[in-house]
């Protein structure tokens, strides 16, 4: 009797199956061959012309660091660079196929590939239109496709993150005792490629204890049918019956039916509804009291902040559970308690000897080095450096505020590029809301809880969007299929389609443009400050070259000298070559031995007699624009300004100057080279050097691009 009691809480804690799953297997099998033709388009478009775009600041690090492991100079993990997991695998791609730029971004191109095929997983409770719908935004992001062709860990580590969502969902429907070692394992290889993996833990971490809240009250109020606990209650029903006969007689017949003693006093779905909201107000509202600088603060660190938000859940779970008890709930009954012990306690402590022992695999490189690198940012040994080197600086991080500074950064990108999978989303949180069920509940809380997360916490940059969006396109899913179900005419279902067309049209476009053929121009928003321009990897190519024209004619290498701060992403644009060298230039420093010397524009030396063996080329170095969305209006007139520049950017990606001098900017800098080098290049080239023409053109208040530095003419 009590397996069978079992039996059906965990039925009815399962998803209760969408209306549009319940269809034929015809249907399933044209949703297989679209998602089958989803994913070929997917491959062709992570895969193909993967090297086209420079290589941005991150990304060249990212494949130095991974160039090191394969040749055994790795120190080991810092967290300024995260987590070593990737390197490893980026130095066993460099094995394989060999060392390029395509290869270096392989690794976020097969993580694109993997997100964009996963939501196939969760069909059952997406339906063929919810489940089609989230594969084609995924595909289609521009977000998305930019950020699978990007050299940094996020893509890889958004795969890992969706990976250990949909093994904590199913752990939750139906627990096997691998489940353990599968989610610890996860988080490990998490923590392995990046710290964000804290911000995860908490935004589960405070579900679960919602989720056990609501489960005691839920098994407090609407227990299973068939409960021994409490007697049955009986309601009278007075029923007329018209029996044709003689008269035409009505004949009234009372009688007793039996009704469980523990009805729906309240209903599931409310429960699940107003825990939700409770746990996404209050973590609202503790983010709210932390503000917008989220570092140690005087008197009342975050830490503390968070630790009452915590403190908060585990109290009202603690009330729900006193509840349970005072009607003698069975606890064994409770479907999280239940998922928790299926393992029992032995299959827990095997996950945890296993998790450890691929963390301190991973940490201290297959156990070939237990020293840490002796940086102030990892100053421990390899173990303890993974233990809490990466939480310390990630803590001490949120003070800074690094990339954007505005809450609302997340929204706007958002609003810019994914105004479809937002507003399926929004449609997909109403449904949820409406008739609550467990995915759901765990799809609209993780899309929630990253928003609000991701847009407090003090580091903002482009390719964290992803982090967001990928709930946001799961939500959106489940709102696809919730509008689908609902549509009664054909009016509306013309509607809709023409609103997919239109959305998914948009994004494709976007897509083609900002991946492929705008490379990585500054009037996109996911280019970040980090970003070099094509001719750093002009330069590089034409140094190549030149020194094996320097090597033929005087018998020796050229000796370039590139300062450290426009060191990178020269670093592995020249690996190979001979004799260029990491240098710290100042104007009283000038190292004028060397033949070619790069400095940025802010270390740049007026060339004297005594110099004059020299000339001075200008050039861009990096390139971003950061505009200002948020200065607002000072009156109504101003409005229709603030629409058509928004308008511009959207049809023509066309910047503008919102009064701050804020158009496209760049990193400028000088290329010293000795005349008789100059001299050399002229005599193979037509056109030895690159030139600072061959900038972005834009019109309007950016049409001369007059915030381009300038300082070394």
């Known amino acids: 009797?009590?397996?069978?009691?079992?039996?059906?809480?965990?039925?009815?804690?399962?998803?209760?199956?969408?209306?549009?799953?319940?269809?034929?297997?015809?249907?399933?099998?044209?949703?297989?061959?679209?998602?089958?033709?989803?994913?070929?388009?997917?491959?062709?478009?992570?895969?193909?012309?993967?090297?086209?775009?420079?290589?941005?600041?991150?990304?060249?690090?990212?494949?130095?660091?991974?160039?090191?492991?394969?040749?055994?100079?790795?120190?080991?993990?810092?967290?300024?660079?995260?987590?070593?997991?990737?390197?490893?695998?980026?130095?066993?791609?460099?094995?394989?196929?060999?060392?390029?730029?395509?290869?270096?971004?392989?690794?976020?191109?097969?993580?694109?590939?993997?997100?964009?095929?996963?939501?196939?997983?969760?069909?059952?409770?997406?339906?063929?239109?919810?489940?089609?719908?989230?594969?084609?935004?995924?595909?289609?992001?521009?977000?998305?496709?930019?950020?699978?062709?990007?050299?940094?860990?996020?893509?890889?580590?958004?795969?890992?993150?969706?990976?250990?969502?949909?093994?904590?969902?199913?752990?939750?429907?139906?627990?096997?005792?691998?489940?353990?070692?599968?989610?610890?394992?996860?988080?490990?290889?998490?923590?392995?490629?990046?710290?964000?993996?804290?911000?995860?833990?908490?935004?589960?971490?405070?579900?679960?204890?919602?989720?056990?809240?609501?489960?005691?009250?839920?098994?407090?109020?609407?227990?299973?049918?068939?409960?021994?606990?409490?007697?049955?209650?009986?309601?009278?029903?007075?029923?007329?019956?018209?029996?044709?006969?003689?008269?035409?007689?009505?004949?009234?017949?009372?009688?007793?039916?039996?009704?469980?003693?523990?009805?729906?006093?309240i209903s599931e779905e409310v429960i699940r509804r107003w825990f939700f909201l409770l746990g996404v107000g209050l973590m609202i509202a503790v983010f709210l009291w932390i503000g917008t600088n989220p570092g140690e603060q005087e008197g009342s660190p975050t830490l503390i902040k968070l630790g009452v938000y915590g403190a908060v859940l585990a109290f009202i779970a603690l009330v729900c559970g006193f509840i349970a008890a005072r009607r003698k709930s069975m606890f064994s009954q409770v479907p999280v308690f239940r998922a928790l012990l299926v393992p029992r306690f032995g299959g827990w402590i095997f996950a945890v000897v296993i998790a450890a022992i691929v963390f301190v695999a991973l940490f201290t490189q297959f156990f070939q080095q237990f020293d840490g690198p002796g940086v102030t940012t990892a100053p421990y040994g390899a173990i303890r450096n993974g233990l809490v080197s990466g939480f310390e600086y990630w803590l001490g991080e949120q003070a800074t505020v690094r990339g954007d500074s505005r809450w609302q950064y997340y929204l706007v990108l958002l609003l810019a590029y994914e105004w479809i999978a937002l507003g399926l989303a929004f449609a997909g949180l109403i449904s949820v809301l409406r008739k609550p069920n467990l995915f759901g509940q765990i799809i609209a809380w993780w899309a929630c809880a990253s928003l609000i997360v991701y847009s407090w916490a003090g580091e903002r940059m482009p390719w964290l969007l992803v982090h967001l969006l990928l709930p946001i396109v799961i939500l959106g899913g489940i709102g696809a299929q919730s509008i689908w179900d609902g549509i009664k005419s054909r009016g509306a279902t013309v509607c809709f389609s023409l609103l997919l067309i239109l959305g998914f049209g948009y994004a494709t476009v976007t897509s083609v443009y900002s991946s492929y053929l705008r490379g990585g121009e500054p009037q996109e928003l996911f280019v970040q400050a980090g970003q070099a321009t094509p001719e750093v990897v002009e330069w590089a190519e034409q140094l190549e070259t030149l020194d094996r024209i320097s090597l033929a004619h005087f018998g020796e290498h050229l000796e370039v000298k590139i300062d450290s701060d426009v060191y990178w992403p020269y670093g592995w644009y020249l690996r190979d070559f001979h004799s260029s060298s990491y240098a710290v230039i100042e104007n009283e420093s000038f190292p004028s031995g060397a033949d070619i010397i790069f400095v940025p524009h802010w270390d740049r030396i007026n060339l004297g007699d005594e110099d004059g063996a020299y000339l001075e080329i200008p050039y861009e170095h990096r390139w971003w624009w950061v505009p200002e969305f948020d200065t607002g209006i000072a009156n109504p007139s101003q409005f229709g300004d603030l629409i058509s520049a928004w308008a511009d950017w959207v049809w023509n990606r066309e910047p503008w100057d919102s009064g701050s001098s804020r158009c496209p900017a760049s990193l400028s800098g000088s290329v010293y080279i000795r005349e008789e080098i100059f001299a050399l290049a002229e005599t193979y080239f037509n056109s030895p050097f690159p030139r600072r023409g061959d900038k972005p053109e834009y019109k309007k208040s950016c049409q001369n691009v007059t915030n381009f530095l300038v300082s070394n003419r």
């Open 1 to 265: 009797m009590a397996s069978s009691r079992i039996k059906e809480t965990f039925r009815r804690h399962i998803d209760r199956k969408p209306d549009g799953a319940h269809v034929s297997q015809g249907a399933w099998k044209r949703v297989r061959h679209l998602i089958g033709l989803l994913f070929l388009l997917a491959v062709l478009s992570r895969l193909s012309y993967l090297g086209l775009r420079a290589f941005h600041h991150d990304e060249s690090l990212d494949a130095w660091f991974s160039l090191q492991y394969l040749d055994g100079t790795y120190k080991g993990y810092d967290p300024v660079y995260h987590g070593p997991l990737r390197f490893y695998l980026t130095a066993a791609f460099f094995w394989l196929f060999g060392q390029s730029d395509s290869i270096a971004r392989l690794l976020p191109a097969i993580s694109g590939i993997a997100v964009v095929l996963l939501p196939w997983v969760w069909r059952r409770s997406l339906g063929t239109i919810g489940t089609s719908i989230s594969v084609a935004l995924l595909l289609t992001s521009p977000t998305m496709l930019y950020f699978s062709r990007f050299g940094r860990e996020d893509s890889f580590f958004l795969a890992l993150t969706f990976l250990t969502v949909i093994t904590l969902i199913s752990f939750l429907h139906s627990p096997r005792r691998w489940h353990p070692i599968a989610l610890l394992s996860l988080l490990v290889l998490s923590l392995a490629v990046k710290e964000s993996v804290f911000l995860t833990v908490f935004i589960f971490g405070s579900f679960g204890i919602v989720l056990i809240a609501q489960d005691l009250l839920t098994g407090t109020f609407h227990r299973t049918k068939g409960s021994l606990i409490g007697k049955p209650r009986y309601k009278k029903l007075k029923r007329e019956v018209r029996i044709e006969g003689v008269g035409r007689r009505t004949i009234s017949v009372r009688s007793r039916v039996s009704e469980n003693s523990n009805g729906q006093s």
